[in-house]
Nanobody, 121 residues
């Protein structure tokens, strides 16, 4: 079965950390750009980070730059998003997806089911 499965979400206090995982089955992740996206209640989905299939280059939205780190482990067919110094405004459902660039916008093509991240004291 071809699927992406996110895990690692949860409730964390402001300033805390979480590591999200995006595990693929049925296909090989390193052939694809992989993006992390998030959607907060009442807001549009936004592209948070992306890692390139070709050279491993990375992209971060300004809102998370310096706090989030994307990485991939090809042996485990998994992409990670390390999130540090979390803020309440990071609260959202986080999704991973195979990704592509349309102009300067990051688009998701094949999606996982999402994992909830809540930052609250």
């Amino acid at each position: 079965q071809v699927q992406l499965v996110e895990s690692g979400g949860g409730l964390v206090q402001p300033g805390g950390s979480l590591r999200l995982s995006c595990a693929a089955s049925g296909f090989t992740l390193d052939y694809y750009n992989i993006g992390w996206f998030r959607q907060a209640p009442g807001k549009e989905r936004e592209g948070v980070s992306c890692i390139s299939s070709s050279d491993g280059s990375t992209y971060y939205a300004d809102s998370v730059k310096g706090r989030f780190t994307i990485s991939r482990d090809n042996a485990k067919n998994t992409v990670y998003l390390q999130m540090n110094s979390l803020k309440p405004e990071d609260t959202a459902v986080y999704y991973c997806a195979t990704a592509s660039w349309v102009g300067s916008s990051l688009w998701g093509d094949f999606w996982g089911q999402g994992t909830q991240v809540t930052v609250s004291s």
